[in-house]
C-alpha cells in the first residue's frame, strides 16, 4: 500500500463534525486499514502487528452495528486459515479471565462462504456470534485493555510514517468513535 504523507490537519479537515466524519476522512485519505486495526478498533482485541492484509470498504466500520458483518469483510490473505489473539477482561468484582479468540474466514472467488470469531474459555466451550458481540460490547468493554490496543495502533501508524499531532488526532476520533457507538447501543 502506497504511504500517503497528507496531513490529517489540512483544508478537508476543517469540514470534520464528528468522530465518525473524522474516521471517514482518515480512510478516505490513507487508503485500507491492516487487520491489527480493524480488530484494534472494532473488538479491542490485542493481536499481533506482523500482519499486513489491507481492508477493503473501511466507512462500513463504523456505521455497521454488527461486529460479526464487520469481520466478515474480505481477506485475500486469510482464505482458509485461522488467527488467533488473547483479550483479558476483568469483572465488576475486579477478577480478572483470559479468552482465546480465532478468527476463521473461508473465503471463495471473493465471495464470503464462512465468517466466524469463536471465544473460548479454560474448557474450550465455545460461544455464538451473538454471545461475542454482548462480551466484546456489553459490560466488558471498558474492562478490556485500551492501553494496549491504543499502543498498537500509535506502533501501526508510526510505522506509516504519521507525525505525532497526526495520530494524537486519530487515536481521539477512535476513542469518540467507540463510545458513540457505544451510547447507540
Not at 49 to 57: D, Q
Not at 64 to 87: A, H, P, Q, T, V
Amino acid at each position: 500500500m502506497e504511504l500517503k504523507t497528507k496531513s490529517l490537519h489540512d483544508n478537508e479537515e476543517k469540514q470534520v463534525h464528528n468522530a465518525r466524519d473524522m474516521v471517514k476522512l482518515y480512510a478516505r485519505m490513507n487508503g485500507a486499514l491492516t487487520l491489527c486495526e480493524l480488530l484494534a478498533l472494532n473488538a479491542k482485541i490485542k493481536c499481533q502487528k506482523e500482519t499486513t492484509t489491507e481492508i477493503k470498504e473501511i466507512r462500513e466500520i463504523f456505521y455497521s452495528k454488527n461486529i460479526g458483518e464487520i469481520l466478515k469483510i474480505i481477506y485475500n490473505d486469510f482464505n482458509g486459515i485461522r488467527k488467533s489473539y488473547e483479550i483479558e477482561v476483568e469483572d465488576e468484582q475486579g477478577i480478572k479471565e483470559k479468552f482465546n479468540v480465532t478468527l476463521f474466514l473461508d473465503i471463495h472467488n471473493k465471495k464470503i462462504r464462512d465468517g466466524r470469531i469463536v471465544l473460548f474459555k479454560e474448557k474450550e466451550m465455545p460461544f455464538r456470534l451473538y454471545e461475542i458481540e454482548n462480551l466484546i460490547r456489553g459490560r466488558f468493554v471498558n474492562k478490556l485493555i485500551h492501553k494496549n490496543i491504543i499502543l498498537i495502533i500509535i506502533n501501526v501508524l508510526e510505522k506509516k510514517g504519521y507525525a505525532d499531532n497526526d495520530i494524537e488526532y486519530f487515536i481521539k476520533a477512535y476513542l469518540n468513535a467507540v463510545y458513540e457507538i457505544k451510547s447507540d447501543i
